[in-house]
Protein backbone atom coordinates (compact mmCIF):
# COMPACT_ATOMS: atom_id res chain seq x y z
CA UNK A 1 0.00 0.00 0.00
CA UNK A 2 1.52 3.33 -0.99
CA UNK A 3 1.19 6.32 1.70
CA UNK A 4 2.87 9.52 3.10
CA UNK A 5 3.02 10.46 6.55
CA UNK A 6 4.18 14.09 7.52
CA UNK A 7 6.11 14.78 10.92
CA UNK A 8 7.42 17.74 12.59
CA UNK A 9 4.94 20.12 12.63
CA UNK A 10 4.65 22.43 15.74
CA UNK A 11 4.38 25.90 16.94
CA UNK A 12 7.15 28.31 16.64
CA UNK A 13 7.09 32.33 17.49
CA UNK A 14 7.83 34.31 14.27
CA UNK A 15 11.31 34.20 12.92
CA UNK A 16 11.40 30.43 14.26
CA UNK A 17 12.41 27.56 12.04
CA UNK A 18 11.05 23.96 11.39
CA UNK A 19 11.31 20.97 9.47
CA UNK A 20 8.65 18.86 8.12
CA UNK A 21 9.07 15.39 6.91
CA UNK A 22 7.35 13.67 4.62
CA UNK A 23 8.09 9.77 4.71
CA UNK A 24 6.89 7.27 1.57
CA UNK A 25 6.45 3.66 1.76
CA UNK A 26 4.83 1.35 -0.74
CA UNK A 27 7.22 3.17 -3.76
CA UNK A 28 10.23 4.79 -4.45
CA UNK A 29 11.19 8.32 -4.32
CA UNK A 30 13.56 8.04 -6.62
CA UNK A 31 12.37 9.87 -9.78
CA UNK A 32 8.49 10.96 -8.46
CA UNK A 33 7.83 14.24 -8.27
CA UNK A 34 5.82 15.75 -5.09
CA UNK A 35 5.20 18.69 -3.75
CA UNK A 36 4.24 20.16 -0.21
CA UNK A 37 0.39 21.97 0.02
CA UNK A 38 -0.74 24.05 2.73
CA UNK A 39 -4.25 25.22 3.70
CA UNK A 40 -4.97 28.15 6.08
CA UNK A 41 -8.80 28.39 7.71
CA UNK A 42 -11.06 29.96 5.45
CA UNK A 43 -8.06 29.87 2.68
CA UNK A 44 -7.65 27.55 -0.79
CA UNK A 45 -5.39 25.29 -0.75
CA UNK A 46 -1.79 26.58 -2.27
CA UNK A 47 1.17 24.81 -3.68
CA UNK A 48 4.38 25.69 -1.36
CA UNK A 49 6.93 24.04 -2.77
CA UNK A 50 7.99 20.84 -5.02
CA UNK A 51 10.59 18.44 -6.69
CA UNK A 52 10.10 17.07 -10.14
CA UNK A 53 10.92 14.28 -11.61
CA UNK A 54 14.42 15.30 -12.50
CA UNK A 55 15.26 16.75 -9.66
CA UNK A 56 14.50 20.32 -9.78
CA UNK A 57 12.89 22.40 -7.04
CA UNK A 58 10.43 25.21 -7.70
CA UNK A 59 8.59 27.59 -5.26
CA UNK A 60 5.37 29.75 -4.52
CA UNK A 61 6.78 33.38 -4.71
CA UNK A 62 5.32 33.44 -0.83
CA UNK A 63 8.12 31.06 0.72
CA UNK A 64 11.61 32.04 -2.23
CA UNK A 65 13.99 32.43 0.07
CA UNK A 66 12.79 31.40 3.40
CA UNK A 67 11.39 27.63 2.52
CA UNK A 68 13.89 24.57 0.90
CA UNK A 69 12.56 21.38 -0.31
CA UNK A 70 14.67 18.49 -0.52
CA UNK A 71 14.69 14.57 -0.97
CA UNK A 72 17.16 11.87 0.91
CA UNK A 73 16.19 9.13 -1.27
CA UNK A 74 17.84 6.47 1.03
CA UNK A 75 15.53 6.82 3.34
CA UNK A 76 12.56 7.42 0.65
CA UNK A 77 11.75 10.51 2.18
CA UNK A 78 11.36 14.57 1.12
CA UNK A 79 11.60 17.47 3.55
CA UNK A 80 10.97 20.89 3.76
CA UNK A 81 13.01 23.16 5.28
CA UNK A 82 11.39 26.54 6.93
CA UNK A 83 12.82 29.21 8.05
CA UNK A 84 11.87 32.76 8.86
CA UNK A 85 8.42 31.87 9.51
CA UNK A 86 5.59 34.45 9.97
CA UNK A 87 2.40 34.24 11.42
CA UNK A 88 1.10 34.23 7.68
CA UNK A 89 2.85 30.54 7.19
CA UNK A 90 0.44 28.86 10.08
CA UNK A 91 -1.23 26.10 8.11
CA UNK A 92 -1.62 22.45 7.65
CA UNK A 93 0.99 21.17 5.37
CA UNK A 94 0.27 18.19 3.44
CA UNK A 95 2.92 16.27 1.08
CA UNK A 96 1.61 14.88 -1.93
CA UNK A 97 3.55 12.87 -4.70
CA UNK A 98 2.99 11.37 -7.72
CA UNK A 99 3.86 7.13 -7.51
CA UNK A 100 3.31 6.15 -10.79
CA UNK A 101 6.54 6.93 -13.10
CA UNK A 102 4.80 5.65 -16.20
CA UNK A 103 2.16 8.75 -15.91
CA UNK A 104 3.29 12.46 -16.61
CA UNK A 105 3.79 14.48 -13.88
CA UNK A 106 5.13 18.25 -13.59
CA UNK A 107 6.08 21.03 -10.44
CA UNK A 108 5.28 24.46 -11.27
CA UNK A 109 5.87 27.11 -8.26
CA UNK A 110 5.90 24.61 -5.79
CA UNK A 111 2.07 23.29 -7.40
CA UNK A 112 2.55 19.50 -8.38
CA UNK A 113 0.00 18.67 -11.17
CA UNK A 114 -0.25 14.85 -12.64
CA UNK A 115 -3.38 12.60 -13.38
CA UNK A 116 -2.71 10.55 -10.09
CA UNK A 117 -1.16 11.37 -6.85
CA UNK A 118 -1.66 10.69 -3.21
CA UNK A 119 -1.38 12.64 0.10
CA UNK A 120 -0.70 12.58 3.36
CA UNK A 121 -2.48 13.48 6.33
CA UNK A 122 -0.92 16.40 7.09
CA UNK A 123 1.13 18.29 9.59
CA UNK A 124 0.36 21.41 11.86
CA UNK A 125 2.48 24.21 11.76
CA UNK A 126 1.43 27.25 13.84
CA UNK A 127 3.39 30.20 13.75
CA UNK A 128 2.61 33.27 16.58
CA UNK A 129 3.48 36.97 16.54
Known amino acids: QMRLVESGGGSVQAGGSLRLSCAASGFTSRGACMAWFRQAPGKTREGVAGIDNTGRSSYADSVKGRFTVSQDVAANTWYLQMEDLRPEDTAMYSC???????????????????????WGRGAQVTVSS
Open 96 to 118: TAAPDRQRWCTVVAGTLRTPYNI
